[in-house]
């Protein structure tokens, strides 16, 4: 489905890894991220202007950009400047993207658009706690994509868009886990594979990086 893409977060770890895996695809890709070009997903004036001079159509969006902070072990822990910050760049942020770039997103062809999601953020699959406001950032991030599927699938019925799990990947986000961690590279490639696999019909879905369904 090779044609114009955009990689929000394209300087992090996994949306390196996203770009040169779409590349190799045979996409034309744009690539836009705070620490290179000042694209901050929590400023609304910030994603309009960085968006505003891209010309569709867009086949692929892909949103890599987020946040982790330090995870909360208990209720001790919340704050409310933590859980707001997490909000604004995991939930808040690709919603700005979502709707300043909807107009770029082709009407008659194939799209997708999809945002890194985070299995601690399904409520049904949540049997540890802790976590508060990463948790409540994502099941924040997918209901705006849920919604967001229903709405634009009205008017683009090839659109996909999802929600996507990638995984434990090896990069600084994760360097104090212990358990095993995918390559950026594979984790990529997995993604894709999955986000390419996936039908209009299960547009508005959350999925991990080997295509399995993630309870909400």
């Known amino acids: 489905m090779a044609g114009q893409a955009i990689v929000i977060g394209d300087t992090g770890g996994i949306g390196s890894a996203i770009r040169v895996e779409l590349e190799a695809r045979g996409y034309a890709v744009t690539g836009l991220s705070r620490s290179r070009d000042g694209f901050d997903v ?13 010309e569709g159509p867009v086949n692929l969006i892909f ?3 987020g946040a982790l902070g330090t995870p909360e072990k208990a209720l001790s822990h919340l704050t409310p400047e933590e859980l707001q910050t997490q909000f604004a760049v995991n939930a808040m942020g690709p919603a700005l993207v979502l709707k300043h770039a909807a107009r770029l997103l082709p009407r008659d062809q194939p799209a997708r658009f999809a945002a890194l999601s ?7 699959d949540n049997g540890l706690g802790g976590w508060y406001s990463y948790r409540t ?17 009205r ?6 868009v999802a929600a996507l799990h990638p995984g434990t990947v090896d990069t600084p986000f994760t360097a104090d886990y212990p358990r095993d961690k995918l390559a950026p590279e594979d984790a990529a490639r997995r993604l894709l594979d999955v986000l390419d696999g996936l039908s209009p019909a299960q547009s508005g879905g959350f999925y991990d990086y080997a295509g399995k369904e993630i309870p909400w």
Do not use: F, W
């Open 42 to 54: 929590t400023d609304e004036r910030s994603v309009e202007a960085g968006l505003r001079e891209i």
């Open 137 to 153: 950032s994502k099941a924040a991030l997918n209901q705006v994509l849920h919604g967001a599927a229903i709405e634009l699938g």
């Open 118 to 124: 985070a299995r601690v953020g399904s409520i049904g």
């Open 155 to 160: 008017s683009h019925k090839q659109l996909v």
């Open 63 to 65: 949103v890599a950009s």
